[in-house]
Nanobody, 123 residues
Framework: QVQLVESGGRLVQAGGSLRLSCATS????????MGWFRQAPGKEREFVAA????????YYADSVKGRFTISKNNAKNTVYLQMNSLKPEDTAVYYC????????????????WGQGTQVTVSS
């Protein structure tokens, strides 16, 4: 069983930056596609970004493209989400997800999920 633990969420002003981290317990992290999702109050969970096993391919939702950057450090078993130019509409609980294998992207069914970290962007 793989455990994912997110951190880094907090209150930030619009236009600010934040970096989320997701630490995993798996010993084969370098074989995992990792993703970030978010869920705002009263809305469905939505895809934010994903990165393939090697870190060589990344995928983004149109709403965050150019502002957010996903990256992974296989040596530290950690995936990151750098969020810049934050907007109030980015307010949500952000979830980390992971699945082993080559297939990656917004339509990937992820096997493992974290508990989430709250990001609040004030106007």
């Amino acid at each position: 069983q793989v455990q994912l633990v997110e951190s880094g969420g907090r209150l930030v002003q619009a236009g600010g930056s934040l970096r989320l981290s997701c630490a995993t317990s798996g010993r084969t992290f370098n074989t995992y596609c990792m993703g970030w999702f978010r869920q705002a109050p009263g809305k469905e969970r939505e895809f934010v970004a994903a990165i393939n096993y090697s870190g060589g391919s990344t995928y983004y939702a149109d709403s965050v493209k150019g502002r957010f950057t996903i990256s992974k450090n296989n040596a530290k078993n950690t995936v990151y989400l750098q969020m810049n130019s934050l907007k109030p509409e980015d307010t949500a609980v952000y979830y980390c997800a992971g699945s082993r294998g080559l297939l990656c992207g917004p339509n990937r069914d992820f096997d493992y999920w974290g508990q989430g970290t709250q990001v609040t962007v004030s106007s």
